[in-house]
């Protein structure tokens, strides 16, 4: 068997054996990703790269994988300049379907093209989906729609026996005994058949609420699961106001149209034709009569009806992007307050709310036009019944109660007509929510979350290594961060980072959680391509702690207590030892409520170095093997940077730590300093070694800080 490699056929072949150490251990590195790569991939994303593999090479099961991956896979190879009859690596242009915004995880598009759906058809299969949320309460919401039933028997059956009840009186003349037998025992029966109907109605609300508050609970808890198990790129590309939204309001919005909507629905379909039909019971040429008018007014009310909510729609966008303009600055009032910029602020949310009231006032004359205009209707139709039933009355084809039936009907059946009108439109809102719920749900993320290899604990060492990293954003494909860097951190050893603002320190840190995936080479731990580690499993043997981190809003206990793998195992004596070598216990026990303290938004206010304290003890709890530190540069003052150092210092004990350096004593006691400059690592070495050389990026970069710091003190005194 010959082992040759080739791109397509416009670069030559060259033998496994001709290969670099280095681009062997690469390809060796990169053989299952170059297995899957083989498989076919769908339609509309194979116009570009096509890889293709022997079938021996094939896996059993083709799984799919990103066009990162591909483009990664390909520029790592092409370095190879390879040629083989066993395997081929075709190569012809490309568009990438996952690289661009909208399909590489943007919901906007499609969250665009659900909106859509709200006026237009809805497809078959969203009306299945949104069906089968009701299915698990299919019993209950089956007794929902039969006291459902009976109470709109009972409602439709009260004007005609209303009206039996007006015919009484009118015909037992003037005995007040007949009179007072009669109609005892019709009110005696009349008040045992609303009782019913009103037990009914109340049992109908009662199942219909308890059941769709069950549905928007299940499907709440899905939509949660499903955004939290996205992978970090989703998160740069959708606003998190957007998708609270949808974990709120949508989901709320389609359980509300599986069951209260669906329900008032039923009844206004059900109580429409049983009025109609009453009518027509009652006096079928007056009811002919009445059916002649309705058509022209209801349509023109329907086409008013979708004017009006279309305008109603303006006034909402332009309320939200006023509202956005209001949350974001009372989040962010700290900064407000700093730049002095409340009245500029108070200026645009007014001009904001300026555009809101000039809509809304045009929806004002609109709503006023189409609500004189449906009571005027309504009037003459009540009004031409009258006129047409005393006709029919005088003739004798009809008695009072008879006609007082039927305006009762006439009423019922124009209030059923208007409940459809709405029905409808909510109904379209359930299903505009739902494509969008949907496509949140049904996002397969592009890393996965728990799957892959785990290793035992003693197999870990914890050597990492960056080996031809070339690195951009999903959001930002054309500015690459990284390109081909490589760095090796040996296990045990303490590697600072430094490099000037914006050089990619974070995005280091970034790529070792797996946060994101390399465009192109590997990143190893062990000698283990991070790609085939289980990414929970990886991080939970990585502890962090970030330049500004953040503690939830919840008691100091239980923050400390989230760093560790399994928090309910966490006994009270490993989060004071944990916060005693974090030097944080005393500060804590000072608070009144002690370790219970609740901080975070809605507690107490700590101060940075305090936070960065807890911090340190929330990633002891997790006893990592690798620490990847971003050291706090904000104004820590003297005592708090001492402390926090300490802390740090017993944090690193016996562990691979990358480190995010910005003072020199943390520089200074690192094994290795590597220099991040234009997108890889300009200089590693020891500290001193790297600032003997006068013309070095290190030696540069410490005298402008030592420089920066110099006039800081100065400006300060
Ligand atoms: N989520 C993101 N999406 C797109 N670009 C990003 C993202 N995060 C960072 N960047 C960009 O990547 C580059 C490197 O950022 P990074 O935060 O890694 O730099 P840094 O060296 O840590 O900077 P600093 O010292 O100022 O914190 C910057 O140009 C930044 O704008």
Not at 141 to 162: E, K, Q, R
Not at 282 to 297: D, E, G, H, K, Y
Not at 458 to 466: A, H, R, S, Y
Not at 690 to 711: D, H, I, P, T
Request: charged content about 20%.
């Amino acid at each position: 068997m010959r082992f040759l490699i080739r791109m397509s056929k416009c670069t030559p072949a060259v033998h496994l054996s001709k290969l670099k150490p280095a681009q062997l251990r690469m390809l060796w590195l990169e053989r299952r990703r170059l297995l899957l790569s083989a498989v076919p991939r769908r339609k509309e994303q194979s116009t570009g790269v096509k890889l293709s593999v022997h079938p021996a090479f094939l896996p059993s099961s083709p799984r799919p994988f990103s066009s990162v991956t591909h483009c990664s896979l390909l520029r790592g190879l092409s370095m190879f300049g390879s040629h083989t009859s066993s395997w081929t690596v075709t190569h012809t242009p490309v568009a990438f379907a996952s690289s661009s915004p909208e399909s590489a995880g943007s919901l906007k598009t499609q969250t665009d093209k659900a909106r859509g759906q709200t006026t237009t058809s809805v497809p078959p299969e969203d009306v299945k989906r949104i069906l089968q949320l009701a299915y698990p309460e299919r019993w209950r919401l089956a007794a929902a729609v039969g006291f459902l039933t009976v109470s709109s028997a009972v409602t439709m059956s009260a004007p005609f026996l209303l009206g039996k009840v007006i015919d009484t009186i009118y015909t037992t003349g003037t005995d007040i005994e007949t009179m007072t037998a009669s109609l005892s025992s019709l009110c005696v029966m009349l008040t045992g058949v609303f009782l019913c109907g009103g037990a009914a109605n109340a049992a109908r609300v009662y199942l219909m609420q308890t059941s769709g508050q069950q549905i928007v609970r299940n499907l709440r808890v899905s939509v949660f699961i499903s955004i939290l198990r996205q992978d970090v790129a989703f998160f740069d590309r959708n606003r998190t106001g957007e998708l609270v939204n949808r974990l709120s309001n949508d989901t709320a919005v389609v359980g509300r149209s599986v069951t209260d909507n669906l329900s008032d629905g039923l009844r206004a379909v059900a109580q429409a034709v049983a009025g109609v039909s009453m009518m027509f019971y009652v006096s079928p040429s007056l009811a002919s009569f009445v059916l002649l008018i309705v058509p022209p007014v209801a349509g023109l009310a329907v086409i008013y009806g979708r004017y009006l909510r279309s305008n109603s729609k303006h006034t909402q966008d332009a309320l939200a992007e006023a509202t956005q303009l209001a949350e974001e600055r009372i989040s962010n009032m700290r900064t407000v307050r700093s730049f002095g910029k409340e009245l500029s602020e108070v200026n645009t949310y007014t001009q904001k709310s300026d555009k809101v009231l000039s809509l809304a006032k045009k929806e004002a004359v609109l709503r006023a036009g189409f609500f004189g205009a449906t009571g005027l209707s309504g009037n003459i139709m009540i009004l031409s019944v009258l006129y047409k039933g005393g006709l029919l009355m005088a003739s004798q084809h009809m008695t009072v109660g008879e006609l007082s039936s039927f305006l009762m009907y006439t009423f019922w059946v124009g209030i059923s007509v208007a409940g459809l009108s709405s029905f409808y439109s909510e109904l379209m809102k359930g299903f505009g929510a739902g494509a969008r719920l949907w496509e949140l749900l049904d996002r397969k993320p592009e890393l996965p979350l728990n799957e892959g290899l785990v290793l035992q604990p003693d197999q870990i060492k914890g050597q990492l290594e960056f080996c031809d990293v070339s690195f951009a954003y999903p959001t930002r494909k054309e500015v690459n961060i990284f390109q081909n860097l490589s760095l090796l951190v040996p296990a045990g050893t303490v590697m600072a980072v430094v490099g000037s603002s914006g050089s990619g320190k974070s995005t280091l840190v970034s790529l070792l959680l797996r946060l994101y995936d390399p465009d192109n080479g590997v990143i190893t731990i062990d000698g283990h391509d991070i790609r085939d580690l289980n990414p929970y499993w990886l991080r939970s043997h990585i502890g962090t702690v970030s330049q500004e981190p953040v503690l939830f809003s919840c008691s100091i206990r239980d923050n400390i207590a989230y760093g560790a793998v399994d928090p309910d195992t966490v006994t009270t004596e490993d989060i004071y030892r944990a916060a005693t070598v974090a030097n944080a216990y005393d500060f804590i026990q000072a608070f009144p409520e002690g370790f219970d303290t609740i901080v975070g938004e809605k507690g107490v206010l700590l101060s940075g170095g305090q936070k960065q304290r807890i911090a340190i003890a929330r990633a002891l709890l997790k006893n990592p093997k690798i620490l990847l530190l971003d050291e706090a540069t904000s104004a820590l003052d003297t005592e708090n940077e001492f402390l926090v150092q300490e802390a740090l210092e017993r944090l690193m004990e016996g562990r691979t730590v990358i480190i995010i350096a910005h003072r020199l004593s943390t520089i200074q006691n690192a094994n290795a300093v590597a220099v991040l400059d234009q997108r890889h690592v300009a200089e590693c070495g020891q500290h001193t070694e790297l600032l003997s050389n006068r013309k070095g990026l290190f030696r540069k970069l410490m005298e402008k800080q030592a420089f920066l710091q110099e006039e800081q003190k100065r400006a300060l005194s």
